[in-house]
């Protein structure tokens, strides 16, 4: 009894440091947090690390899933009660449930749900195939769970630094805190995260582990794993009195005391039952040869119900392991011309924008699975949520937003922390020279042109100049584009006057990254006067 306290003890310590650190990565809005701790604070993340792994063919840098494999055939889904910050996030939420219900809660035995389980699965990788990626994207825990990091939490974070943090210690002349802004270019992505974190929240005070052994993906895929996991909760029929303390401590509900079964494919590891148990009838020990796979003990009739779905079990977890490229789709925005605004031209781009480090739009649509750290990690706020950019394979996937700001020349951030690969790290010299996309300019939409009036907003704050200003007429100067060393990063186009979407310069994104030429020598580069600056 001892020794369980102690595993107990010890997995909820784990869990909690777990869910520390991940949470840390969201919501560090002063960057204390190292570029290399992302990686290794990520690594054992499931389904980000196959995918890492894939992107790669790394085991040293994307081999955490491995580890996770190898874990849980030793001691059972322990990955869901004490690595997964979703699963963390649900027990904490059923423990606080259950200690603040008036009447005592207690868990019963269900039967599971092999259909539903192993359907999702199959719908999963159905999505991949058919380029609907953003089925995906909501079924990974991780990537769910670092939504509400993301656009729920890290909120809540810059409003108490902006209104009580950096205001109080600035009153004490410590300005180590300060104001922070915080780059939202639309309040639907956090509507639906809010809505799905609810949702599996509440089943998660009603039923514990609902979501994890229904919906979750992984859940499914280490449930097999564990069939023929090394120890397994065990009963003991000779010294159980079927008090059923066990069953209501069980988050998963998968202990029938009728039978003296422990459905291991449900079980998590979390060692409740064991602490629980009066008479020690339950135990962690290793499995004894010759029971069917998920049971100890079983009677007849639990036995051949378990078997009974043994083969379509195989067959959709078969399903379920295929990885295939999915299918990018493309959903164009038509909006009603305002009457002022009709000589403009309206910005056409062929692509969106994706991160530096993408290769390529296809390829960053299927790796990419949504978990949004690289958009809580951009210092500028230009990456965020895609809606309707990618189309449904992308939904939610990060794309260059030049409304809300632009790319720092300077920065290669979202490339180092991502955890699957879907934005590759690169050094800061090669990220300088990957065009992203290229500007393309809309004289008719300039305001020198329209207005005759002086600007030059977009070639001041380009980094490569490959936006100039050349001679037009009565004096004036009017933008010049030279795609060449144009590397997209909206430099130009966030500072335009216009508003959007009839910018007098826009970057059209790059259906497959490339690589633009060298900058020129700066020093050849026709400045502009900063008297003639209007802004």
Known sequence: MLLYKILKRSRVIIALAVLILITSLFVDIYGWIP??????????????????????????????????????????????????????????????????????????????????????????????????GWLVTWLDPYSIIARGFTYLMKPVVIWFNNGIMAPVLQKFEV??????????????????????????????????????????????????????????????????????KCAGVCKSECIDIKNYTVDTTRCVTCFNCLVTCPESALSLRPAIKGATPNTVASSDDTG????????????????????????????????????????????????????????????????????????????TGVLQPALTEYGLSGFMQPHMD???????????????????????????????????????????????????????????????KAVTMVPYKDGLRIPHVDQSICIGCGACEYPCPVPAPFKAIYVNGNAVQQKAEQPYDEGKQESIPEDDFPF
């Open 175 to 244: 300005y180590s805190f300060y104001h922070q802004n915080l780059m939202v270019a639309s309040i639907l992505p956090a509507i639906l995260t809010l809505v799905v974190i609810s949702a599996i929240g509440y089943f998660a005070w009603k039923r514990g582990r609902l979501f994890c052994n229904t919906l979750c993906p992984v859940g499914t895929l280490l449930g097999e794993i564990s069939r023929f996991s090394f120890f397994k909760v065990q009963f003991d029929r000779d010294a159980c009195t079927r008090c059923g």
């Open 304 to 379: 051949r119900d378990e078997v009974k779905h043994d083969s379509t079990r195989r067959k959709l977890l078969m399903t379920g392991l295929a990885v295939i490229s999915g299918s990018r789709i493309y959903a164009l925005k038509k909006e009603k011309l305002p009457d002022h605004q009709k000589k403009l031209a309206r910005n056409k781009k062929d692509h969106p924008v994706a991160p530096p480090g993408s290769v390529s739009i296809k390829r960053f649509n299927d790796i990419c699975t949504g978990c949004s750290l690289c958009i809580a990690a951009c210092p």
């Open 35 to 132: 570029n290399m701790g992302f990686d290794k604070i990520t690594y054992l993340q499931f389904l980000p690390s196959v995918l890492h792994f894939l992107a790669v063919f790394s085991l040293v840098s994307a081999g955490g899933f491995l580890v996770i494999m190898l874990l849980t055939l030793i001691t059972g889904r322990i990955y869901c009660s004490a690595i997964c910050p979703l699963g963390i996030f649900q027990d904490i939420v059923n423990h606080f449930g259950r200690r603040k219900s008036k009447k005592k809660r207690f868990f019963k035995f269900h039967k599971a749900k092999p259909v539903l389980r192993y359907s999702f699965l199959g719908i999963t990788t159905i999505a991949i195939m058919v380029g609907a």
């Open 402 to 464: 030049y409304s809300t700001h632009f790319c720092n020349y300077d920065c290669n951030k979202c490339g180092e922390v991502c955890p699957t690969g879907a934005i590759l790290p690169l050094p800061l010299e090669e990220k300088q020279v990957t065009q992203m996309g290229k500007a393309v300019f809309v004289q008719q939409n300039c305001v020198v042109y329209t207005d005759g009036t002086v600007c030059g907003a977009c070639s001041e704050h380009c980094p490569t």
